[in-house]
């Protein structure tokens, strides 16, 4: 009898702890600290230099490492992976790693690493990020933890460069093991999360990596969710299905406001809200917007204060993407007044001078991916067409967007014939990376444009170390841009943040979704 009932209590003993697993705890210890974060998209690829778009670099930031990265309150460049460095000459860095540092799979972390990650880039101009990485001439491997970097030329932006899109460091054995295709599906880093699970266009889950050398994170699960829709991602957020959200629009401020278990966070951001002009493609074939004056009619007729006073203040009109707090803004294309020059009389002067007889112009722009920009896009379109243009205005899916605006503008097979709206950050705080887009050969030349005089300044903003021939530089690379509209600047954005209270996060001045120094209570 004594048997019978030990074995029942038993029995019920088991079944208790099954039933504490399934709900995320266990029999032995407290409750899972999940956090999931709701945004308008996920990763197109897990592969770091494949997708540079914000929402996948932010999930990646959770999964790999940089050899230098940015604090978190102040974005000053400091050690990561590289636990110090020294410049050997005017073009030789010397980076020492820290050691004992693994990733997810075991496997150490080290120099053949390093070398291993950055060959890779830049033996595939395919990449996204190609250009960006083209600074270096040379990674050699030193020993086990020391690498130097030897640059073509003096490299005033090193740091930042480092730290750019595609950073995170790749283990060379898994990656033999598995292949491209496969690390894109399962990648393994050494950053403060671990892959877990992807359920495309739905959600990734990622768990603690407990042996994380900068701590544990107090986090862990973290859930990535994608909720295009701003209206779910708040009912979402007020219901306890999500912990943090994006892009929160102004109608819903008040109700996450009002709620007493959430809040909103305001902050400025770092992208700026643009226009990108396509005029020509590699195959040599020019659109209607190849007229520089036509280009100039169409930020003529657009009123960015009013496009501000739309989205309820959330940006500062600007003529520029070099926006402050970044080395060399250009004051006299930045602000209220001088970021906006709407006239649409001149508009139409110049649509007239052009010839413009009423060629339709395809204007292609996203839902969920920027801060209502849908309301935006449909403002522009009147706008546009009040000047006189004949506009198309395609609102398409995330998932539709960047297969057709993102991927073929890189193999040159351009989908869209005229205007295409993107918002672009500069999380490395220095201009040479608002500039590569308009060079000929080394950006990604998204537009077509191509400008002798542009691409010397280019080339010589990223050599010169005299800090006030730099800003001198990119000051006048502004002026030409402005002037020649390859891409046309509309704002640059706050951001809007609704978050749970039990999170505790700020946003940093790189807005990235970083979480590895989140806190949660339970």
Not at 165 to 186: E, H, K, L, N
Not at 402 to 429: C, H, I, K, T
Request: positive net charge; charged residues 25%.
């Amino acid at each position: 009898m004594g048997t019978q009932r030990r074995r029942g209590v038993s029995v019920l003993a088991l079944m208790l702890a099954v039933l504490l697993l399934a709900a995320g705890g266990s029999a032995a210890g407290p409750p899972t600290r999940r956090i999931v974060i709701g945004q308008g998209e996920l990763v197109s690829s897990f592969d770091y230099p494949t997708d540079w778009a914000i929402a996948a670099t932010w999930i990646h930031s959770n999964i790999g490492d940089c050899l230098v990265w940015k604090d978190r309150k102040t974005s000053e460049f400091v050690p990561w992976l590289a636990e110090r460095w020294q410049r050997v000459n005017p073009t030789t860095w010397r980076f020492f790693l820290r050691r004992g540092v693994r990733f997810h799979n075991g496997e150490p972390f080290n120099a053949a690493a390093v070398k291993f990650t950055y060959d890779r880039i830049l033996k595939d101009e395919k990449f996204l990020v190609y250009a960006q990485w083209t600074f270096i001439d040379q990674i050699r491997v030193v020993d086990d933890h020391t690498v130097e970097v030897t640059t073509d030329a003096p490299e005033p932006a090193m740091l930042s460069k480092m730290s750019g899109t595609g950073c995170q460091i790749i283990p060379p054995r898994y990656f033999a093991q598995v292949g491209a295709q496969g690390f894109a599906r399962r990648p393994v880093g050494t950053g403060p999360f671990r892959f877990v699970q992807e359920v495309k266009d739905s959600r990734v889950v990622l768990a603690a990596n407990t042996g994380y050398f900068r701590g544990r994170p107090e986090i862990d699960e973290l859930v990535f969710r994608a909720l295009p829709e701003a209206s779910t991602r708040v009912n979402e957020l007020l219901t306890g299905g999500v912990d943090l959200i994006v892009d929160v629009l102004p109608q819903d401020w008040e109700r996450v406001r009002s709620n007493p278990n959430t809040k909103l966070v305001i902050a400025q951001g770092n992208a700026t809200q643009l226009i990108v002009t396509r005029m020509a493609d590699k195959a040599g074939g020019t659109y209607v917007l190849a007229d520089k004056r036509l280009r100039a009619a169409v930020e003529h007729a657009i009123d960015k204060k009013a496009l501000v006073d739309l989205i309820r203040g959330m940006g500062v009109p600007t003529r520029t993407r070099v926006t402050p707090p970044t080395f060399g803004w250009h004051e006299a294309l930045y602000g209220p007044q001088r970021g906006n020059i709407f006239d649409l009389e001149r508009a139409k002067r110049l649509m007239q001078e052009a010839g413009y007889r009423g060629e339709t112009i395809e204007f292609m722009t996203s839902t969920g991916r920027w801060f209502m920009s849908r309301e935006v896009a449909e403002a522009i379109t009147a706008m546009l067409r009040r000047a006189g243009f004949t506009i198309d205005l395609k609102v398409l899916d995330v998932t539709t967007f960047n297969e057709q605006y993102y991927f073929p503008a890189y193999q040159g097979r351009p989908v869209n014939r005229g205007l295409m709206m993107d918002a672009l950050g500069n999380s490395f705080f220095d201009p040479w990376i608002t500039v590569l887009e308009a060079h000929c050969t080394l950006g990604p030349q998204r537009t077509g444009y191509c400008n002798a005089e542009v691409d010397r300044l280019i080339e010589a903003g990223t050599k010169e170390m005299d800090t006030t021939r730099r800003a001198a530089i990119y000051k006048r690379l502004q002026e030409i841009l402005a002037e020649d509209r390859p891409l046309i600047y509309l704002y640059h954005g706050k951001g809007v943040w609704g978050l749970n209270n039990r999170l505790q996060w700020e946003p940093a001045p790189d807005t990235f979704l970083w979480m590895g120094n989140a806190k949660v209570t339970r």
